[in-house]
T-cell receptor, first 111, second 112 residues
Framework: KQEVTQIPAALSVPEGENLVLNCSFTDSAIYNLQWFRQDPGKGLTSLLLIQSSQREQTSGRLNASLDKSSGRSTLYIAASQPGDSATYLCAVCYGNNRLAFGKGNQVVVIP | DTEVTQTPKHLVMGMTNKKSLKCEQHMGHRAMYWYKQKAKKPPELMFVYSYEKLSINESVPSRFSPECPNSSLLNLHLHALQPEDSALYLC???????????FGPGTRLTVL
């Protein structure tokens, strides 16, 4: 069974600092990996999708890398802003069209 | 149109009620999903429809009954729920299997 880990569960950073969020997974046989953002009580917003054949994806201030062989992905958010405060979820797509989610990183950006 | 819509936003129901949740997308996606999310937990997959056919049922109790009337619409029929079924119910869609999933805003369900 695919297991996804995100550590730490919560972190706070001062505004302007770069955010680095880590995700690890146990089985390298994945189709893709997706990073989501979730605000309290809201749905998930897709941030980036990395296919298993890709090493990284970029969108604006966001950059996500994937090292399938070591079972790791990292989400970088440059020059963090208070509006980046949210929970960030990593999800791995594996067999039978299932997503295995990590428990998330709860991020607070301090003005 | 690049969004998944869900109605209602909030629902309160008694254990003997019958209600339905609705999900709609107009992106031409052929896979649609229902997830359940409890507070401070990640979403848990309930059902997957692929090309309007049920492809995955994650051993969900029969008091939850999914329906996919057409490629744009997904319903979740609720009957005789328990208080522990109170949660945020999320719908998602993807172009096909194994593609990027797009989520709706969710329905906050409270069972009294």
């Amino acid at each position: 069974k695919q297991e996804v880990t995100q550590i730490p569960a919560a972190l706070s950073v001062p505004e302007g600092e770069n955010l680095v969020l880590n995700c690890s997974f146990t089985d390298s046989a994945i189709y893709n990996l997706q990073w989501f953002r979730q605000d309290p009580g809201k749905g998930l917003t897709s941030l980036l999708l990395i296919q298993s054949s890709q090493r990284e994806q970029t969108s604006g201030r966001l950059n996500a890398s994937l090292d399938k062989s070591s079972g790791r992905s990292t989400l970088y958010i440059a020059a963090s802003q208070p509006g980046d405060s949210a929970t960030y979820l990593c999800a791995v797509c594996y067999g039978n069209n299932r997503l295995a989610f990590g428990k998330g990183n709860q991020v607070v950006v301090i003005p | 149109d690049t969004e998944v819509t869900q109605t209602p936003k909030h629902l309160v129901m008694g254990m003997t009620n019958k209600k339905s949740l609705k999900c709609e997308q107009h992106m031409g996606h052929r896979a649609m999903y229902w997830y359940k999310q409890k507070a401070k937990k990640p979403p848990e997959l309930m059902f997957v429809y692929s090309y309007e056919k049920l492809s995955i049922n994650e051993s969900v109790p029969s008091r939850f009954s999914p329906e996919c009337p057409n490629s744009s619409l997904l319903n979740l029929h609720l009957h005789a729920l328990q208080p522990e079924d109170s949660a945020l119910y999320l719908c998602a869609s993807s172009q096909q299997d194994y593609n990027e999933q797009f989520f709706g805003p969710g329905t906050r369900l409270t069972v009294l």
